[in-house]
Structures are given as C-alpha cells and as structure tokens.
RNA sequence: GCGCCUGUAGCUCAGGGGAUAGAGCACCUGCCUUCUAAGCAGGGAGUCGCAGGUUCGAUUCCUGCCAGGCGCGCCA
C-alpha cells in the first residue's frame, strides 16, 4: 500500500491543517486570545447546500474566547491560505459552522484508488502495530450453541474484520472451558443417559445438563459399544465420558460457527493451561507481592486494591483446595499478553458485567496496566415472531439454538440483524422479518444493489459494448449528476469509516454505512441510465457501477454476508 | 439494596453540545415499451420517559425520579 491514509482523509487533514494555521495567524494579530485552542474536526455536513466538509471548530473557539461563533469564523477565513487547494470557496453558516466547497479532483484521485485497489479497498494503517487478541463466543463446552452466543458472535468476527481493515494485527480466540466442574457435571450426565439406553434406572446427576443432545449421544454411544464402557474403573470411566462428551459438542459448536462463516485462529483450551500449572503461578505472583490472604480456610485475592468491589476467593476451602474460575482465566489472560499481544478485547454475555472489575483487577495485581483489557458487553437477545415472544426455555424443544435459528433464517439475515443494532442495547430478533425474502427485509436492500450492478455487467457483455474502463479511460467530468456525485462521495469515505467505526467498536454503524450506500446506487440507478447510447458517458457510469460495487462487496465482506451475483 | 444496559415516529431502532432529529417496516400518492419495481420520487406521522441543573445553545452533558431488561456465589 503506497498511503496508509484514504484520500478522503488526507483532504481533511489538509484542510484541518489549513484552518489550524489561519488560527494560529489570528492569535498572532491579537485578533483571537493567544490562549484558546482547538482541535480541527472536519465532517461530512448532512446537506449537499452544505458544502462537501465542515468543521464547528470556529463556533469551539468562540465558546473558549466568549465570542460569537459567526465572528470567529469570519476571522478564520480572512486568515485561510487555500492555495494549491482543492478548496473553491468557504462559507458561513448557522451559529459559525465553515462549510467547504470543492473541486472534483479529490473525488476523481479518491475513485481512482478504489480501481487500484479493489478487494483490498478500504484498508488503511491507521491501527499499526495494534497486535490485538479478541476473544469472543467463548461458550461452555456443556450444550449448543445460543442465539447470545450467534449475536457476539456477528459482533465480534466484523470488528476482527474491521480492525484488521483498519491496520492492527487481530487474532480471533475461542476459550473453551474444557476444564472444572462443570465438565465433570457434563461428563456424569452423558454417563447417566448412557446407562439409562443401556436400559438401566439410573438418575441424572445434580444440576445435570437435560439436553436431548446427550440422549442422542447416549444412544449413539450404546449403540456403537454396547455396555463394555461400564466395565471400565471409575476414574477411567468418568474421564472417557467427560471427554468424549467436550470432544462431540466442541465439533459441533466448530461445525455452527462454520456454517456462518466464522473460523477462529486458535481455540485455547482451559484444560492444556491447567495442566501446565500457570495457574498456580497466578498464586504465587500473586502471594509474592503479598495480594493475598487466607480466611476460612480459603485462599483471597486483594481485588479491592485494585478498584474491586470486594476481595476474590481464588483458591477454594474444599479438600481438593481447587481454584476458581477466576484464577485460570487470569492465568489464560496473562498468557495472552505472553503471546506478544498487547492489546485484549474480550466480548461478554450481559451475566458477566459484574466479572470485569475483577478480571481488571487480577491484571493489574500480576503488574499489567489497566488499558490492556478491554471488555465489550453483548446484550440479550429476544427472539419474536411478529407480535409474539419466543419462549427461551431450554426444554420443550423451543427454537433456541443457533444452529435452528441459522436453519430458519439463514447465515446471511441473521449476521445482518444481530449487527443492525448496537452490540450494547438489547435486541428484538424478528424471526418472520428475518426469513422473508421480500423487500420487507432490510438484508436484501443492500445486497439487492450489488447483484443490480452485476446484472448492468451482464447485460454490457450481452449487448457488446466495447468500452475501456478505468480511471485513465473514462472521462471523469462526465459524471456531474448529483446523485453521482453523492455516490462518489460515499464511496470516497468507506476507509474513514472502517477505521472510525473500528475504533468505537460500533460495527453496527457499517450497516448504516452499507444502507447509505445502497440508497446512493439505487437513486444513481433510476436517474442515470448506464448503458445508453453515448459511450463515452456509458464507459464513465460503467466505471462509477465497478466502484459501487467493490466498495459493497468489501463491506459485505466485513460483516460476512454473502455478495450475490444475482437476486 | 447495589451495579450494568435501555427509554427517540404506529413497530424495531440509529444518531448526538449546535444548521430543518434520521433509517427500515407499516400507512398514503405517483413512477415499469429501455440496465432486476427485492427499486425510485414524494407525503403524513415525534412535547427525543419525567423534573431540575450547566451552557449563547441540551434530545445529546450532570443530578434526581419513573419504567423495562440483566446481573450481584468459595458457579462458570
């Protein structure tokens, strides 16, 4: 990549660097006070009558000098050197905003590197040298997977997508809690359903998983070795139905996940950390710098000092002195920063808020500073059906899973819908809007543009139009139709908004971005007809169509719904 | 009781210290002899939960209150 800054984000940042020195002009003639100072913000102002960028800067300084924000932009622009700019003219508008007019050659170099770019448009280096783990879905090994686990899931595979778009070097991490109690409950569960297929009255243990998944696998299991696992030693015994039982549903829930496109870089098992003691290390790194303290027989953690709401039991008062969750996953978090990073996001379930300032806590009791870790909460999800709730309960063969949900509306919708919304809020899942394939789903709206596009491609093939593309072929001052114009703009501003959108962690701000988009093609569409009878006019909107559609299979690409050719 | 999230159009939700508060769906009116009408153009629809405060300016920030959701283990 020869700039590691968009086209677009250069021309703000020359302009921004503009108005800054016309500042510092005015603070030198005593026009402003010397000691107020801002940072130039330019925008995309929401009307075309607008100009093509704007900044409130003057109407920010105006508030620090006591001034009126109209003044102080007008002594800004008396000041404003824009020479060797693409810069025509510079209005006042409203309370003091500065509205920026153009010329086309920024628009034109900006088009021009979506052509060089193509599948790589939209890639910048503003996050260089992020080494960043995300983690995220992370789901016990005990059951199928969730429609919760489905939306963190969206989430998180478009902001790995988007950060790495955005420069940073992302590895996507799945922690599977393959170790502890609740495997040895999976494991006795799975070992009752057998006995009990093997036709034998035998009760399920305590807090049991029910799943009619380990009846399957119970059954499955009589079937293939009649009774002969029952003649094995207890402790043998327990161990092959713990992991036969982790073995099956980490397959299954790897086979969900591949069914909606996501693969994770590395799937970091509890067991494999437990077994080489990091955990104890945890302990003792800990005991060394006297963060710890026993009481009632258990080992507790100084979390408080470290902006807890109380101290942490670490190591349990049982005979087994066993530890508890959070004491692996410390261990797993510093063995991530081992790993080079030097940056963590973790992507929780809501019921795991009350954990991170523990988590924080322990991080910075083994000496690593706070900002290391990032936690982003991922809210419920309620499915509905028009009017009606779907009931969530685990039993009765309610639609729960995430494997049922992709089978009801596919990869594509649900992905869409689960990043409609931002991760934070609470999400109703419409499943009847979901699966309708009509215009009534917004999923099509976007997509419906791109195989529109691929259809004028078709349809020039088939009519043997003989036209030459690309930015040194067509006539670029041919496109001048507004709602070209509005198009050529979005497209300029995709990178921007890869890394703005990254950085805020919002990724469902893209699908707004992809929406605008669709909307500024299909205006496009009905106004400019693109194969017609100028060529060289055909050749231009032909050129602009290529562009539309790079920048929407790139984006569709990031939030991992399918491009189609055609509808 | 404490903590987190949410309260914006009929519904589901964006937005965010400033320029006429947006989108999708639903509703109404136009538009297919030409590249896909899963589309376009236009219209109706909102005291931005309530009350105070900061500000030249608050729907946005602060405080309180009301309502809904979720969480508060030597579970994971």
Not at 150 to 156: I, L, M, N, Y
Not at 250 to 260: A, C, H, S
Not at 315 to 327: C, E, G, M, R
Not at 358 to 374: I, Q, T
């Amino acid at each position: 990549m020869q700039n590691s800054l968009s086209v677009l984000g250069q021309v703000k940042k020359d302009i921004a660097a503009r108005i800054t020195r016309a500042i510092s002009k005015a603070q030198d003639r005593d026009e402003l006070p010397k000691d107020i100072n801002v940072e130039v913000k330019m925008e995309i102002p929401p009307r075309p009558e607008q100009g093509d960028f704007a900044t409130g800067a003057a109407m920010a300084l105006g508030r620090q000098a006591k001034m009126d924000g109209r003044t102080v932009a007008g002594i800004i622009i008396r000041h404003l050197d824009i020479d060797d700019s693409p810069v025509l003219r510079v209005d006042i508008a409203g309370p003091g905003f500065l509205n920026f007019f153009l010329d086309g050659s920024w628009l034109e170099k900006a088009m021009s590197r979506v052509w060089a770019e193509g599948p790589s448009y939209g890639r910048t280096d503003y996050l260089k040298g992020q080494k960043i783990l995300l983690e995220f879905v992370s789901a016990n090994p005990t059951g199928p997977l969730n429609v919760v686990n489905a939306r963190a899931a969206a989430v998180g595979d478009c902001l790995a997508s988007m950060l790495e778009m955005a420069g940073a070097e992302v590895s996507r991490e799945f922690y599977v809690n393959d170790a502890g109690n609740q495997t040895d409950i999976l494991g006795a569960s799975l070992e009752a359903r057998y006995r009990q297929a093997l036709g034998q009255d035998y009760p399920l243990p305590e807090n049991s998983y029910r799943g009619e998944y380990l009846k399957d696998m119970a059954a499955a299991l009589a079937a293939e070795k009649g009774s002969s696992l029952l003649e094995l030693p207890d402790g043998e015994r327990h161990e092959f139905f713990k992991s036969y039982a982790l073995g099956k549903i980490i397959e299954w829930q790897k086979k969900t996940l591949k069914d909606y496109g996501l693969t994770f870089d590395t799937w970091f098992s509890e067991k494999s950390l437990r077994d080489t003691g990091a955990h104890n290390q945890v302990v003792e790194l800990l005991r060394v710098k006297g963060l710890t303290y026993e009481k009632d027989g258990a080992l507790w953690f100084r979390s408080t000092q470290f902006g807890d709401d109380k101290d942490r039991v670490l190591v349990k008062s049982d005979p087994n002195a066993s530890a508890t969750y959070i004491l692996p996953d410390l261990a797993y978090h510093k063995n991530k920063l081992e790993r080079g990073f030097n940056h963590l996001i973790d992507i929780l379930g809501p019921d795991h808020h009350g954990y991170v300032n523990r988590l924080a806590a322990g991080l910075m009791g083994l000496g690593y500073p706070r900002e290391v870790l990032e936690v982003l909460i991922v809210q419920v999800v309620r499915l509905v059906k028009g009017k009606e709730v779907v009931k969530m309960s685990k039993r009765g063969g309610e639609f729960i899973t995430m494997d049922e949900l992709l089978e009801e509306v596919g990869k594509d919708a649900a992905r869409f819908f689960f990043l409609m919304r931002s991760p934070e809020s609470h999400l109703d899942f419409d499943i009847d809007l979901a699966r309708l394939q009509s215009n009534e789903n917004p999923v099509f709206y976007v997509q419906y543009a791109h195989a529109r596009i691929a259809s004028i491609f078709r349809q020039a093939k088939d009519d043997g139009f003989k036209f030459a593309m690309g930015p040194n072929e067509i006539n670029f001052s041919l496109l001048r139709d507004p709602s070209e114009l509005a198009l050529m703009k979005i497209i300029a501003a995709f990178p921007e908004e890869v890394y703005e959108i990254a950085k805020a962690r919002e990724p469902n701000r893209l699908i707004k971005y992809m929406m605008d988009l669709a909307t500024a093609f299909h205006a496009f569409y009905s106004r400019c007809r693109v194969l017609g009878d100028d060529p060289d006019l055909t050749a231009a909107r032909l050129y602009l169509a290529k562009l539309t559609q790079i920048t929407l299979a790139n984006a569709l690409r990031l939030i991992g719904v399918s491009a189609p050719e055609s509808m």
